[in-house]
């Protein structure tokens, strides 16, 4: 083997190493946004269903993310617009988040309301 094929080849697995850093560091980026705009979402949604005294940062992030996934199996086929779990981080993919969070929260609505206290 000559001297400059043993370097293209350290070369190569330098820059394999550093695109899996990259693509790590990505993914824990993109969850820790995940989080944020969840809880976000999810707190828009409790002040607009009137139900934010009721709910912590723990119940914010999953209503807006369990939001999120309503959204995007009711609204995303209709608008054509994906939902915040699809890494999609735009201005529309709130909104269809930020809907299916609102209907999240007026079925958990509806099954308090009609259980016995």
Do not use: Y
Not at 5 to 25: P, V
Not at 52 to 61: R, V
Not at 84 to 103: E, H, P, T, Y
Request: proline share 1%; aromatic share 6%; charged share 15%.
């Amino acid at each position: 083997m000559q001297a400059h094929e043993l370097l293209n080849e350290e070369d190569d697995a330098a820059c394999i190493d550093l695109s899996l850093n990259q693509a790590k560091d990505g993914a824990i980026m993109n969850f820790i946004l995940w989080l944020v705009v969840g809880g976000v979402v999810g707190w828009i949604a409790s002040m607009i269903m009137k139900t934010d005294k009721e709910q912590g940062l723990f119940l914010n992030i999953v209503v807006g993310i369990v939001g999120a996934l309503i959204g995007g199996w009711v609204l995303s086929p209709l608008v054509g617009v994906s939902t915040i779990n699809q890494s999609n981080f735009s201005i529309a993919s709130m909104v269809v988040s930020l809907v299916g969070a609102v209907i999240l929260l007026g079925i958990v609505n509806i099954f308090r309301r009609s259980r016995v206290r």
